[in-house]
């Protein structure tokens, strides 16, 4: 079980002015205070996305020894460094985005668009073979509207779906990230007939105001389903 980061023992409170606005400074505070971030930094994570992914792992069984691994949208790395010590060096993992990525330890990191043609041949030859698991923590850039967010997540949702059922093997699992609302009808109905099970998770280390919630599908039934 991961149990969150204890919080730190004072709160840094930022004083009004230095051309911050009031949106940035409460922002930078909340950031200053979250004890993930000073967790993520302690443990040499690149974010403290990563600990979402312990949770998820630690809820659903995703990671295991000799998996192999593809990180979507993978930039900073914090997914891919988290997949890279639950499988192991038996293990592969390829972290794949469209943004430059310093190099993981342990992962093979490709600079590409996961919906360009050949980017599904790519990430089989890195991998050398089929996937045992497709992560995505994959969001656009938020325009305000709940509802032409939750539609543009849901687009690229389905996206990283069409690409991961191109390469996974039979039993994997696929996880993505989706707004407030979780999956809509036909996106679910597909998640339904290609996986065995099927949920939506909130992790801990997902902020409490935000919208975001996990897609976990288990048990991939193959790309004939």
Not at 27 to 35: A, G, I, V
Not at 41 to 52: E, P, V
Not at 151 to 156: E, H, S, V
Request: hydrophobic share 45%; proline share 7%.
């Amino acid at each position: 079980m991961i149990r969150p980061p204890k919080g730190r023992g004072g709160t840094v409170r930022l004083r009004a002015g230095g051309g911050r606005s009031v949106q940035s400074r409460r922002w930078l505070e909340r950031h200053l205070n979250d004890p993930y971030v000073a967790e993520a930094k302690a443990r040499g994570f690149r974010s403290r996305a990563a600990f979402k992914l312990l949770e998820l792992d630690a809820k659903c069984g995703l990671l295991k020894p000799g998996m192999r691994v593809v990180d979507l949208g993978a930039a900073p790395g914090g997914w891919t460094q988290v997949a890279v010590q639950a499988v192991g060096p038996k293990g592969q993992v390829v972290a794949l985005d469209i943004l430059p990525m310093d190099p993981v330890p342990g992962a093979t990191v490709l600079r590409a668009d996961f919906t360009e043609p050949g980017a599904e041949a790519a990430l089989r030859a890195a991998l050398d073979g089929p996937a045992d698991a497709v992560l995505s923590d994959m969001a656009p850039n938020t325009t305000g509207h709940a509802a032409t967010d939750h539609l543009r997540i849901t687009a690229l949702a389905e996206m990283a779906l069409a690409s991961a059922c191109g390469i996974l093997a039979p039993g994997g699992a696929f996880v993505c990230k989706l707004f407030q609302g979780g999956a809509d009808k036909p996106l679910l109905d597909r998640l339904r007939r290609d996986f065995a099970k099927l949920r939506h998770v909130k992790p801990p280390a997902s902020r409490k105001e935000s919208s975001e919630i996990y897609v976990v599908a288990q048990g991939f039934r193959g790309a004939g389903a």
